[in-house]
Every structure is written in C-alpha cells, then in structure tokens.
C-alpha cells in the first residue's frame, strides 16, 4: 500500500517537473562548466604557447642582433678611408692595426679582427693570429657567421674554437682583393641564451645538423614542432639571423598545468553553487506550476459530458489561458461532432444516389433486350455470360452495405459493365485495364469508375464514327492514389460544357472522404478525347476506425 503510494507520488506532475527541471538544470551547468573550461584552458594554452613561442623567437633575434652588429663594424671599418687605402697600396698599415685593436678592445665578444688577401697578406692588430688561402676562400664563399677551430687556442677562454664571420673588400672599380673578417667569442651564443631564459632547453645546429650549441652535444632526432597537448612540451624552430644555424626550443609548460587544475576547481565550485541555487527555484516554481493544474486537471475528467469550466479570478494567469482554451475546445468539439455528422448525411445520400444510378432502367432495358435478341438466336453461352456479367454487376454495385471496397474490386465492377456494353456496341468498343498488385488491394469509394465509364462511351464514343476505347489505369504518387480513365472519342470543352451528375457525384464523395485537396479532373478537347483523374490521400482512417479510400487491407 505504501509502495502504491509511493509511486502516485512520483508520477505526480509536481514531481516530474521538479526531475525534469533538476535533470535539465545538471544537463546545462555541466554543458556551461564544461564550455567554460575548455575555452578558458584553450586560452591559457595559447597565451602560454605565445609567451614560450616569442622568449624563443627572442633567443634566436638575440644572437642574430650581436652577430649583425659585428658584421656591422666590419662593414664600418672596411669603409674606412685608411683601411681602402691599405688595401689597394698596402700603405697604412699602422692606421689599420690601430682601427682593428679599438675595435677588440671595446667588444668584448670580440677576440680579433683581421684581413686576408687574395695576394697571401694578411693584417691583424694580433700577431698570433694567421690565415692561409683556405681561409680566404671560405670566408669569400661564406657571408654568413661560422663556428671554426682553425685558431683555437690563440685566445684566451676561447672553449676551443670561435665564430668567425667576414665581410668581402670591396674597391672603387669592384674589384674585391681580400675578406675583412672577426672571431667571436663562442659564450656569445651561451650568454644570450641564458638571459632570455625559455625555462627549457635550446639546441643550435649548423647547416649540416652538426649541434653548436650545447657544446660537445651529440645530434637528436628531430622533433616534431608546435604544441603537444600529450606531453604539454612547445618545440619551436627558428633560423639565427646573419647565419645558417637553425635555433630549436623545447619547453616543458609546468606552469599550465597548475593553471588548468586552478580553473577546473573554480568550474566545478561555481557549477555546484548553481545547481543548489536551480534545486531551490525548480522545487518552488514546479510547486506553484503544479497546484493549479492539478485542481484543472481533477475538473476536467468530466470531459466526456463536454460541459465547459468556470474561470476562477484567483488562478494564475496561466491557468485561466488553459481553462479558457479547454472551453474553446469543448466548443470546438461540439462544432466537429456537428459538421461530422452533417458529413456522414450527405456522404450516405451521395452513395445512395451513385447506388440509385446504377438501377438506370435504360441500362437494365438495354441489358435485357440483348439478352432476349441473344435467346432468340439460341445463343446460350452469351445469354449465360451475359446474364451473371449483369448479376455481378449489381452484387459489386451492393458491395454487401460497405462504402469503401477494394481498388481491384471497383475495377472488376467497371469491367463488368463494359462486358455488358460491349455486347451491345461490339468490336466499335475495346477496353483495357491496368491496375498493379502494388495499388490493388487500396480501399476506395464504391461505384466511383462505372459512372466515368458510362460518361465516355454515351458522350465519346457513341457519337464518333470509328472504333472506341477506354483504358483504366491506376498508380502511386507518393502519398496519392491517383486513378485514370482515358477514352479516344470526340472530346468536348471543358470550360463550356458543364459536369454531369454522376461525375459531380464521385468528385464530391471524394472530396467528403479527403478534403478539397482531392477530387475529380478533366482533361479534354473537340477530337483529342478525355481524361479523367481521381486523386485520392493513401492511408488515411475514418473517425469510427475505418480505412478511408487508399488505406491498404491487412
């Protein structure tokens, strides 16, 4: 018993809708907290990509802004009016040494500067330092800066070898005589790394891969770049300036991490605090919903007096609307019970004039007078034939009381009466019929095809001078049934020639079963014969449970 009650209670709408809002409440915080995170994470992300991805962009302006500004004061002192004229007369010589060893002293990333011809001269402020035509070439071949061990030693704290870059010498008449060069101090690389500081590990290599930087580092496998949102490493590539060294930078974002885990609690704290301030309002709001419509709904179960409710003035403003719209509907209700049971009068006193029709006493005249023309020549075969042709037509035209048959057997009805009509108008009549399995069985209006019949052999066929005939055919249109009778007689003009009264009769049985949508259309012109399309809806049910016309039989 009390397990009764319990579940009364739960598929109470008070509760249902409190479920329901709770359910959708959790449904959308959820969806919002989870929005929320993945945006802001995806923000964080970028930021922090960013950040990492312009400190090692830096790193690599960074080394590339002390390599051009020593190739700048080799361009500077390779300008010089003394060094131009040592160059072309070796004269000066003093002069130059003494540009050369200013230029030492005051970098201190700097560890020599020297010249080297083409002649075999070479020119330095210190004597340690030589060059060879080696050297030459290379330094002529190779605008960019380049890591030698070719003086290692000669300098001090030179960790076994320098960077040497040069400019080429350039006369007034183009002639280039020798290469102004410098060597660099290897920690030049090692200093700018360490005062950006990525918070990860950088790696320089050559042109060939070689690493420069760690020194004494062995090649690794290439690494993929960009963001790993796996491992959370940013690896980046960028080319030094004044080189062909490739500067890549690997990071580790530790930091995104907490940031991620900070954002997740915030998320799930705020998404916990709406879900117990939405349990609040959805208790309440369902609450003051459900009283009211509780009291509606334990007046309307009345509902098949079909007598209207009173408005109470203290309801909700809701309530009043659905009280005032059930009384609309108890009134449109009686309004349908109305017009439906106008519509069942007029259908039942169209099909009983369509029956009444058939009972036309020319056409039982005219079917007799064969049969007694046919008794006597002695013709028993065609007077037998012809006799259950007749007796079969009037059994279908019965239909044993049914409005509705099958679309095979409107058909068989149709036939019979051209069997009948042809033993009066002979081989001047020929018809076919051409109806599918597929639409066969489709339920339809009794005594809907004989009228149409009927109208093309008195109105086409009989008045012209050769052959007749009629073909009968069905098919699908989507949710149609549509059914076509064609004859090839003389035709008429459908905008003055008005419809008959059987013809009007099926059109307006059609319509009275489907609606204005449906109906009967002529297709005709003088001497181009007629056409007559009957569009019925498929599978379509009466108020009383019948198949309605096109509803297929089980």
């Given at each position: 018993m009390?397990?009764?009650?319990?579940r009364?209670?739960?598929?109470?709408?008070?509760?249902?809708i409190?479920?329901?809002?709770?359910?959708?409440?959790l449904?959308?915080?959820?969806?919002?907290?989870?929005v929320?995170?993945?945006?802001?994470?995806?923000?964080?992300?970028?930021?922090?990509?960013?950040?990492?991805?312009?400190?090692?962009?830096?790193?690599?302006v960074?080394?590339?802004?002390?390599l051009?500004?020593?190739?700048?004061?080799?361009?500077?002192?390779?300008?010089?009016?003394?060094f131009?004229?040592?160059?072309?007369?070796?004269?000066g010589?003093?002069?130059?040494?003494?540009?050369?060893?200013?230029?030492?002293?005051?970098?201190?990333?700097?560890?020599?500067?020297?010249?080297?011809?083409?002649?075999?001269?070479?020119?330095?402020?210190?004597?340690?330092?030589?060059?060879?035509?080696?050297?030459?070439?290379?330094?002529?071949?190779?605008?960019?800066a380049?890591?030698?061990?070719?003086?290692s030693?000669?300098?001090?704290?030179?960790?076994?070898c320098v960077?040497?870059?040069?400019?080429?010498?350039?006369?007034?008449?183009?002639?280039?005589?020798?290469?102004?060069?410098?060597?660099?101090d290897?920690?030049m690389?090692?200093n700018?790394?360490?005062?950006?500081?990525?918070?990860?590990?950088?790696?320089?290599?050559?042109?060939?891969?070689?690493?420069?930087f760690p020194?004494?580092?062995?090649?690794?496998?290439?690494?993929?770049?960009?963001?790993?949102?796996?491992?959370?490493?940013l690896?980046q590539?960028?080319?030094?300036?004044?080189?062909?060294?490739q500067?890549?930078g690997?990071?580790?974002?530790?930091?995104l991490?907490?940031?991620?885990?900070?954002?997740?609690?915030?998320?799930?704290?705020?998404?916990?605090?709406?879900?117990?301030?939405?349990?609040?309002?959805?208790?309440?709001?369902s609450?003051?919903?459900?009283?009211?419509l509780?009291r509606?709904?334990?007046?309307?179960?009345?509902?098949?007096?079909?007598?209207?409710?009173?408005?109470?003035?203290?309801?909700?403003?809701?309530?009043?609307?659905?009280?005032?719209s059930?009384?609309?509907?108890?009134?449109?209700?009686?309004?349908?019970?109305?017009?439906?049971?106008?519509?069942?009068?007029?259908?039942?006193?169209t099909e009983?004039?369509?029956?009444?029709q058939?009972?036309?006493?020319?056409?039982?005249?005219?079917?007799?007078?064969?049969?007694?023309?046919?008794?006597?020549?002695?013709?028993?075969?065609?007077?037998?034939?012809?006799?259950?042709?007749?007796?079969?037509?009037?059994?279908?035209?019965?239909a044993?009381?049914r409005a509705?048959?099958?679309?095979?057997?409107?058909?068989?009805?149709?036939?019979?009466?051209?069997?009948?009509?042809?033993?009066?108008?002979?081989?001047?009549?020929?018809?076919?019929?051409?109806?599918?399995?597929?639409?066969?069985?489709?339920m339809?209006?009794?005594i809907i095809?004989?009228?149409?019949?009927e109208?093309?052999i008195?109105?086409?066929?009989?008045?012209?001078a050769?052959?007749?005939?009629i073909?009968?055919?069905?098919?699908?249109?989507?949710?149609?049934?549509?059914?076509?009778?064609a004859?090839?007689?003389?035709?008429?003009?459908?905008d003055?020639?008005?419809?008959?009264v059987?013809?009007?009769?099926?059109?307006?049985?059609?319509?009275?079963?489907?609606?204005?949508?449906?109906?009967?259309?002529?297709?005709?012109?003088?001497?181009?014969?007629?056409?007559?399309?009957?569009?019925?809806?498929?599978?379509?049910?009466a108020?009383?449970?019948q198949?309605?016309?096109?509803?297929?039989?089980?």
């Amino acid at each position: 018993m009390r397990t009764g009650k319990w579940r009364k209670r739960l598929r109470s709408l008070w509760v249902q809708i409190t479920a329901f809002n709770l359910i959708a409440g959790l449904l959308i915080v959820s969806l919002f907290g989870a929005v929320v995170y993945v945006v802001v994470s995806d923000i964080f992300v970028k930021e922090s990509v960013m950040k990492t991805d312009m400190a090692i962009e830096k790193t690599a302006v960074e080394i590339g802004a002390d390599l051009g500004h020593a190739r700048s004061l080799l361009q500077l002192l390779a300008a010089t009016p003394s060094f131009m004229d040592y160059a072309k007369t070796g004269s000066g010589e003093d002069a130059v040494v003494h540009l050369m060893n200013a230029i030492t002293a005051n970098d201190a990333y700097v560890f020599g500067v020297f010249a080297v011809f083409a002649d075999g001269r070479v020119l330095s402020g210190n004597p340690s330092i030589f060059a060879d035509s080696t050297d030459y070439h290379t330094l002529l071949m190779n605008d960019m800066a380049f890591l030698t061990t070719a003086r290692s030693g000669i300098y001090p704290h030179d960790d076994g070898c320098v960077i040497t870059m040069g400019v080429p010498i350039t006369l007034a008449d183009g002639s280039v005589p020798g290469v102004l060069a410098m060597d660099l101090d290897y920690c030049m690389v090692g200093n700018a790394v360490d005062a950006v500081d990525i918070g990860g590990a950088i790696t320089i290599t050559d042109g060939d891969g070689a690493v420069i930087f760690p020194s004494g580092e062995a090649a690794a496998a290439p690494a993929t770049l960009g963001y790993d949102a796996k491992t959370n490493v940013l690896t980046q590539r960028y080319t030094i300036p004044e080189t062909q060294w490739q500067l890549t930078g690997s990071v580790y974002l530790s930091g995104l991490d907490v940031l991620k885990r900070q954002l997740l609690d915030i998320v799930a704290l705020t998404g916990l605090l709406l879900m117990l301030a939405l349990s609040f309002i959805a208790v309440v709001s369902s609450r003051r919903l459900a009283t009211p419509l509780k009291r509606l709904a334990g007046s309307m179960e009345d509902i098949e007096s079909l007598r209207e409710l009173t408005v109470l003035a203290g309801e909700v403003s809701e309530t009043q609307a659905l009280t005032q719209s059930y009384n609309r509907m108890i009134a449109k209700i009686r309004q349908l019970m109305k017009e439906l049971e106008h519509k069942q009068r007029a259908l039942r006193q169209t099909e009983l004039e369509a029956l009444t029709q058939q009972i036309n006493p020319h056409f039982l005249y005219n079917t007799l007078d064969t049969i007694v023309w046919l008794a006597e020549f002695q013709d028993t075969p065609k007077i037998i034939a012809l006799t259950k042709s007749l007796a079969q037509f009037f059994r279908l035209s019965l239909a044993e009381g049914r409005a509705l048959v099958p679309l095979q057997d409107e058909a068989a009805h149709a036939r019979q009466y051209l069997y009948i009509q042809k033993e009066r108008y002979g081989e001047r009549l020929t018809y076919e019929f051409e109806i599918p399995d597929e639409v066969g069985d489709c339920m339809v209006p009794k005594i809907i095809l004989q009228p149409i019949v009927e109208n093309s052999i008195y109105h086409g066929i009989k008045p012209m001078a050769g052959d007749g005939r009629i073909t009968v055919s069905a098919r699908r249109q989507g949710e149609d049934l549509l059914v076509t009778v064609a004859d090839n007689g003389v035709g008429f003009d459908p905008d003055t020639t008005p419809q008959g009264v059987g013809l009007k009769n099926v059109d307006k049985r059609i319509k009275l079963y489907f609606g204005e949508d449906a109906g009967v259309t002529v297709t005709s012109a003088p001497g181009k014969g007629t056409t007559v399309l009957l569009r019925m809806k498929m599978n379509l049910r009466a108020p009383d449970g019948q198949e309605l016309p096109g509803a297929r039989r089980n």
